[in-house]
């Protein structure tokens, strides 16, 4: 790893906002901040991870207008208007590439990452960037006002004590100052799906190492027996995408890039794989 980032006034001014709200004891040992994302979804003609390639940085959705949320990172839009709630007002004036990047904690029981609502691969970020990393709880789109950092956080209790599912159970987690693949990273972690896939070739080009995990992965069947959790609709859809009878998020990527479905709906089918097809009952 090299020198951690040289913080700019915003972030800075940020940091100390929330470190003089939050309260609780610091981070336990081997707890960590992942980013998620789908790694072969098209951004303008080319993957994500394409994109984390060229450019060896993770960026803001306020950069790139891509979100596996909701879309609102512009001046006067939700997204804006929640981060100058959160970090009173510090980013107000920032330019679009010195906002914070979004990350949820992850735990170790936690396999497949912390919060795969957003997306089956993620970074896991290095021990070093806790330190300039803000949290809150629930997700800012609710507008909480129980906020931590890596010294004061007591966050995850009250998640735990929520048993919620996964995909509604993570801490947020702002990480300030940019995320460099080379200098943040610990691990790019990939869904196991994309093993001797396009993914994998260029996954092995970047400044990071690559680590696998279990994998998600949902029968038709299964999947049938869930209507109620994101709609008839997407389970409809999900079961026309399938490949062999199942999902996979490698199924969703290829059914994404055709550009013939809603990317709404293949959210909703992705949030049924990522709950029911998760590789364990601790992952999903």
Sequence with gaps: MTAGAALDDFARRALRLVAAR????????????TVHFHPDRLVAGDTVLAGLARSGRYL????TGVSNGGLSAYRGGARWGWESRLFGGAYDAAPP???PVYGAVMTPARVVGAAPRFGSSFLRLAPETLERTTFCYPDSVFEPDEVGTARCMSLLARAEADDLELLDSYVEAHVHGGVRLDRDVAALVLDRCYRDTEVARLAAT???????????????????????????DAVELGAEIAVDGALDPAVLG???ATGRYDPQQLKRVWHLVARFGAPDRTAG
Excluded: I, K, M, N
Excluded at 60 to 63: A, K, L, N
Excluded at 215 to 229: A, I, M
């Design 97 to 99: 590439d010195a906002r």
């Design 254 to 256: 290829a059914a994404a």
């Design 206 to 232: 970047l400044p990071c190492p690559v680590e696998w995990h279990p994998g998600f992965r949902l029968g038709v069947d299964e999947l049938r027996r869930h209507p109620d959790y994101r709609g008839a």
């Design 60 to 63: 803001s959705q306020f950069v």
């Design 22 to 33: 939050a309260a609780g004891p610091p981070l336990a040992a081997g707890v960590a901040v």
